[in-house]
């Protein structure tokens, strides 16, 4: 990554944590983007060069380009469901470990903010098509049924992480939520 890569990154994420804290305590519906831009110090333009939506500022992360990355270095031992489940779990640790109250907040803004849940789906999908990018395409009907099952569990997991503030370990509750679908861990 070059210096101007770095650099508009840091200026998203800069962007991203302040919108979150104007989230948490104006609320979503109450704070507009030139809310955000005034707090961060830029225009709204430059926000919506980096967030094509207000919604984007809550929702937007980097893990579809990760998932698609962490499934192709992982062994591809064992059912699809357990690659997808292996990655998710590589995927949820390293987010529960370096982004802890981040993604903390983010999800209780989707929970608690109608707008946020219908996006979140969108979401959810382009984070299917990633796993299906990413497995042989002679699969593609099963990578896409066992991305679904293993995000319905990652959502379960998500859920109860959020509503117990962080707590506890996220990768465990994936884990539990695993066994309790497929009858064993990933």
Do not use: C
């Not at 519906?29 to 005034?38: L, M, P």
């Not at 509503?163 to 861990?185: I, M, Q, S, V, Y």
């Amino acid at each position: 990554m070059n210096l101007r890569d770095r650099q508009r990154a840091d200026t998203r994420q800069r962007i991203q944590r302040l919108a979150l804290r104007l989230f948490t305590d104006r609320g979503y519906d109450a704070t507009t983007v030139n809310d955000v831009a005034d707090a961060a110090g830029v225009s709204a333009m430059t926000v919506y060069r980096n967030f094509p939506t207000k919604e984007d500022l809550v929702l937007y992360d980097d893990f579809d380009q990760l998932t698609a990355t962490t499934i192709t270095e992982l062994p591809a031992t064992g059912s699809l469901t357990d690659r997808i489940g292996r990655t998710v779990l590589t995927i949820l640790d390293l987010a529960a470990t370096n982004e802890h109250d981040l993604l903390l907040t983010r999800l209780q803004l989707m929970i608690s903010t109608p707008a946020l849940q219908a996006r979140h789906l969108d979401s959810q999908y382009r984070l299917q098509e990633a796993f299906v990018s990413a497995i042989d395409p002679a699969l593609e009907y099963g990578a896409r049924a066992a991305a679904s099952a293993v995000l319905g569990v990652t959502h379960t997991a998500l859920l109860r992480w959020a509503a117990n503030n962080g707590e506890p370990n996220l990768a465990d509750l994936f884990r539990e939520a695993f066994t309790a679908a497929f009858g064993h861990t990933p």
